[in-house]
């Protein structure tokens, strides 16, 4: 994992932007965002560059990501894995499971086709290419981004039936592992199941012992939460729970902030989805360095776990992505509705000021009209602040190939 803490400071003797350039700003933001639209703006040493609106708590939809992910990485830590577990309770004789196959999680948010045949062709190789029972869940499971609580979509998945796509990227990633049993089949592999109703009592003469046989862990943290963060996906809504829950997460953010911003933070979710969520400017930007904080103590910057805008896939993708802004702007967006919410709060990195942290909340503008305008200011603070692209370089590896499958001990 990198190891940069902090942004290219720039060549010595690159002039700082003059005090008649940041005037500009204020005009910028007014004739651009609207007087009535939040922004705020703070260089590295604490001092604003420009407030406006900036106490007002709006509606910061998938900005409440930023302090569910503080919370996830100061609770968990950054290399913290999910385990799922697989279990037999019966014996296996002639490549069948004379029972059931138990799973069990303790909260894996991104456990995905990919994921569930890698566990397969574990299981396959421990010789289990038939179940004489059912797939049963000890646990609260969520497969393919949704709840499964009764795990019929992971073991129709299981079943060979998983999309081809997903089977190709094991394929794939099989072929680069001497742990795997590389194959040149174009077909998923896939477990036999019973129907649950030809599931048989098992009879007194051999009771029930059950068995591990395999360990999926999650990739770590940090990268789940980078993944989860670039598409802005709602899974976090969920995996709060892991963090306390949304309460706890309110409690971490009013904590880290200074005493006249607590009020300006309402975290009734962990993902941005409840109505209730209301965040002010200044208090965005104070939760975005406490996440900076929060990974410079383990060697890690804020790009690890929010995208970088024309560079990685995701939200933030075809924003900011000319020659001359892609790589520059770290951030997070949030949208609520079609006409309400929009967020874009992030960091750039400069040549003069060193990192420069901004938060803009809109409410009451249709969102590509928000978007839009959001991007066309940071163009306009680009150029006044002499920004330089990030030390950063994408991981382009499939999210599954950072998770391990394990024979159970």
Known sequence: ????????????????????????????????????????????????????????????????KVPTTLALLRKLGPEHRFVTSFAANG??????????????????????????????????????????????PRSALTFDWQSDADAVRLRQAMSGMAPPAAWAVVRALDAVNTYASATTSLTPPGIQFATAASIASPGAAEPLIERPLVVHRSQPLLSLAKSLNDYSNNIFKPLADAAGGAAAVESLARSVVPAAMRSEITLSDGAGTDARNRLSPRAAVKLLRALEQELA????????????????????????????????????????????????????STSDRGTVYFAILDHGVPVPEARRRQDRFLRALLTRLHSVPWNYQRDTSPAVARAEVLTAP
Do not use: C, W
């Not at 991104?110 to 004489?132: C, S, T």
């Not at 995701?314 to 079609?338: I, S």
């Open 1 to 64: 994992m990198r190891s940069i803490l902090i942004p290219i400071l720039g060549l010595l003797g690159a002039a700082a932007a003059s005090s008649g350039e940041l005037r500009g700003l204020a005009a910028a933001a007014r004739s651009i965002l609207g007087a009535d639209q939040g922004v705020y703006i703070e260089a590295a040493d604490g001092t604003v560059l420009l407030a406006q609106a900036a106490a007002t708590a709006v509606q910061p939809a998938s900005v409440s």
């Open 91 to 136: 014996p296996i004789r002639d490549g069948t499971l004379d029972g059931d196959l138990l799973v069990e999680s303790d909260g894996d948010p991104y456990f995905v086709d990919e994921n569930a045949l890698l566990v397969v062709e574990r299981l396959n190789e421990l010789g289990v290419q038939r179940v004489a029972g059912n797939l049963r």
């Open 297 to 348: 103590a383990t060697g890690h910057a804020l790009f690890d776990v929010l995208p970088v805008a024309g560079i990685d896939e995701g939200t933030l993708r075809e924003r900011l992505n000319t020659p001359g802004e892609a790589g520059r702007v770290v951030g997070k967006t949030g949208t609520f509705g079609d006409y309400g919410a929009s967020a874009l709060i992030g960091a750039i």
